[in-house]
């Protein structure tokens, strides 16, 4: 049965205290900007179910994350996309990465758990935390001078000299686009791409596909 004006208000609603309860406390950098989302939610019969829903996967997420690696906190984002996970980050070796996946693909809901989590450098090759902030500026740029895609809609880190892309966007013509202008970023070496573009209603959802 198709939901009553009153039935999406009240869903709109009720994300929207989700997104004003989550403003309490500080948080991990997220792929989409609520706000926007909340106003598609209106519109559409299924967005307020997915939106409430992607939230609290999200929020089961990092505390299953932060239960098993408290460590990680500061070094993992974590991000949800229509009940799909993304683990982007730098780990300390191959048993922490493990603990951190074991940890997503046990919260209950999640259709797929992706991951760019390198072991992080020690020494001479460690990583600069101002030059990486400056390389994501720069790629934040690129994306918004030289890609199609909806810059609300995706989130970038940088480890290193390496760019992560996550997010939902219109087209595989977004997800070209910005992925080269990424790649097309002076200092930037290499792009990993969680883009991808919502599946069409009643086809089966992807299985954590990745694109390199």
Request: cysteine-free; overall charge positive.
């Amino acid at each position: 049965m198709k939901p009553s004006p009153r039935d999406l208000f009240v869903l709109a609603l009720a994300a929207a205290m989700l997104v004003s309860a989550a403003a309490l406390a500080p948080a991990p950098a997220q792929a989409f900007t609520p706000y926007r989302m909340l106003v598609q939610a209106v519109r559409s019969p299924e967005r307020p179910l997915v939106f409430v829903q992607d939230r609290r996967l999200k929020m089961n997420l990092r505390k299953a994350l932060l239960l098993a690696e408290p460590s990680t906190a500061l070094s993992v984002s974590s991000y949800v996309a229509g009940a799909h996970a993304y683990l982007v980050g730098w780990v300390k070796d191959d048993a922490q990465r493990e603990s951190l996946e074991r940890a997503a693909r046990g919260v209950a809901g999640l259709l797929s758990v992706s991951v760019y989590l390198p072991e992080k450098p020690t020494g001479d090759d460690a990583p600069d935390s101002a030059s990486e902030l400056g390389l994501k500026a720069k790629v934040m740029a690129a994306l918004v001078a030289n890609s199609s895609a909806e810059k609300t809609n995706v989130a970038v880190d940088v480890l290193g000299s390496h760019a992560v892309l996550v997010g939902v966007v219109h087209s595989t013509a977004d997800i070209q686009s910005a992925v080269a202008a990424a790649k097309g970023t002076s200092g930037i070496t290499g792009v990993t791409n969680f883009l991808h573009v919502p599946l069409a209603e009643n086809t089966k959802p992807s299985r954590g596909l990745l694109l390199r």
